[in-house]
């Protein structure tokens, strides 16, 4: 079945460093990428959208890779702050049935 | 412009009883989706809907499980006899268009507990 992995479950960064975040999917082919945050108790909200033929999008200290030879995306916050901490989900799409990660969770130590 | 609405957004229920979960899309937008979250797994789809339309359910339990969305009012997902098992965060999403084009947009979700 379709998956979508996101190796580490946690991720402790220091403030200012950038934070870089790995998703690999396997047995198919996401017309596109997007990378939710989730804060606990909270909803998603969706931040980026990266598409198969694009390798890479940014949005302020946001930054997305997309490797269709890898099957992997990295999510990048530079200049990381303690507000940006929180989980981090990496979803496939390309249907209506979005496909998640379980997430990331990203702790930024000042 | 208000979000996505949910409500309840916390819901204690006993083993046997039915649980009913609302959700009101963003305005202008016609095609909501379900999605479940069981503790530490990752959100999974259950079911996409357009008014008066169910377009897949394929991601729903087949029995005890159902949705619904009305020309006038919000979503509702109905769990009938619930068990502890059916604990888990909601999430309701909706989008202007079908979801294969368009980002979807999440509520805050309703965290069901069974006791």
């Known amino acids: 079945s379709q998956k979508i992995e996101q190796n580490s479950e946690a991720l402790n960064i220091q403030e200012g460093k950038t934070a870089t975040l790995t998703c690999n999917y396997t047995n198919y082919s996401p017309a596109y990428l997007q990378w939710y945050r989730q804060d606990p108790g909270r909803g998603p909200v969706f931040l980026l959208l990266i598409r198969e033929n694009e390798k890479e999008k940014r949005k302020e200290r946001l930054k997305v890779t997309f490797d269709t030879t890898l099957k992997q995306s990295l999510f990048h916050i530079t200049a990381s702050q303690p507000a940006d901490s929180a989980t981090y989900l990496c979803?496939?799409?390309?249907?209506?049935?979005?496909?998640f990660g379980k997430g990331t969770k990203l702790s930024v130590i000042p | 412009n208000a979000g996505v609405m949910q409500n309840p957004r916390h819901l204690v229920r006993r083993r046997g009883q039915e649980a009913r979960l609302r959700c009101s899309p963003m305005k202008g937008h016609s095609h909501v989706y379900w999605y479940r979250q069981l503790p530490e797994e990752g959100l999974k789809f259950m079911v996409y809907?357009?008014?008066?339309?169910?377009?897949?359910e394929s991601g729903m339990p087949k029995e005890r499980f159902s949705a619904e969305f009305p020309k006038e009012g919000p979503s509702i997902l109905r769990i009938q006899q619930v068990v502890r098992g059916d604990s888990a965060a909601y999430f309701c999403?909706?989008?202007?268009?079908?979801?294969?084009?368009?980002?979807?947009?999440f509520g805050p979700g309703t965290r069901l507990l069974v006791l």
């Open positions: 809907l357009q008014k008066e339309n169910i377009i897949d």
């Open positions: 999403a909706s989008s202007p268009g079908p979801g294969s084009q368009e980002t979807q947009y």
């Open positions: 979803v496939g799409a390309g249907s209506y049935q979005l496909t």
